[in-house]
């Protein structure tokens, strides 16, 4: 286990990579990562399953013997990457025996039903009960309309990685959801332990949209302040949920059991080149949270990260601050969200594609085998 991470580790960061593929399972390579580099927690995308299944022979089987069924491709899908998923929540179910939180691995809805209420509830009913493992978590995205399926889905006692979040606003609508889904199924008599979450806030993103348009106004002041909003942006967030998870409401609910939503930092994969490789796990350190990161982010962190104690709590008003000059810069914060959300849901719809166009290369393969 490298000093690295277990220091990062033992600062109250929970370390998932954001990777999964049936050659990491079988090899034994998820295993290694979990023993070996503080690795208590996996999220998947259709991006990562796709490049999984074009780069190996391991799903070939499989594939061909759906074929050979008469299976059409969105549920060849769903068979081979549920499989995956069941797989990695055995590996990490001695994890999440020992932890309240973690050991714990993410599926993804059909990134097409982001705007589809009905539509994401199914689907996160559907994977939950196919994988069947208490420790997975269905990805569920925080638009408008995946709000309300986010409160159903907690309701029916199905856990749930909150995807796509860019703002405060939004953030606190679904820690709303997150708290109505809990007392809904409290009053059903569910048991609200077995029940997690997380809310997944976007990083670097944020970075990349804010820069451009400070690099567009080109002064010095605006220039002065790139790779500053992503974090300024986490802080702000940070100082909700410790709001929110401080209040008379959350207390009933955790006097009966409930389990806090943990924010979870995602995309933490540095993507300006000039900027340190580490930054959005350094300055994001703080208790109770997850930071889920790319092989070479986690790897870069091992090798010259940073712990610097707790960087987070009590700073959402220097966080504040930051977003405020934007605004006076002339940055337009409310359109840098909906331009990150929009963004953000046409490229999930775009890797669900990519997804669809590599299985249906396999299942060619397969078929003319």
Known sequence: MTDRLKALSDAG????????????????????LVQDKSVVGVTTNPTIFAAAIANGERYDEQVAQLVDKG???DRVI????????????????????????????????????????????????????????????IKIPATKEGLPAITAAIAEGISVNVTLIFGEQRYREVMDAYLTGLEQARDAGLDLGRINSVASFFVSRVDTEVDARLEALGSETALALRGKAAVANALVAYAAFEEVFGSDRWRVLEEAGANRQRPLWASTGVKNPDYDDTMYVRDLVVPETVNTMPEKTL??????????????TGK????????????????????????????????????????VETVRGQMDKAASA
């Open 13 to 32: 960061v929970s370390i998932w990579l954001d990777d999964l593929s049936r050659e990491r399972i079988e090899t034994g390579d998820l295993a290694g």
């Open 299 to 312: 790897d870069a962190f091992a090798d010259h990260g940073e712990v610097l104690g707790d960087v987070v």
């Open 316 to 355: 959402g008003g220097e966080g504040r601050a930051i977003l405020t000059r934007l605004t006076e810069l002339g940055v337009d914060w409310d359109d840098v969200l909906v331009v990150l959300e929009t963004e953000g849901v046409d490229k999930f719809k775009k890797s669900w594609d990519e997804l």
């Open 71 to 73: 299976e059409p491709v």
């Open 78 to 137: 769903f068979e081979v990457t549920t499989e995956d998923v069941r797989n990695a929540c055995d590996i990490l179910a001695p994890v999440a025996a020992a932890t309240a939180y973690d050991g714990r691995v993410s599926i993804e809805v059909e990134p097409t039903l982001a705007n589809d209420t009905e539509g994401t509830i199914a689907s996160a009913r559907a994977l939950w009960q196919a994988v069947d493992r208490p420790n997975v978590l």
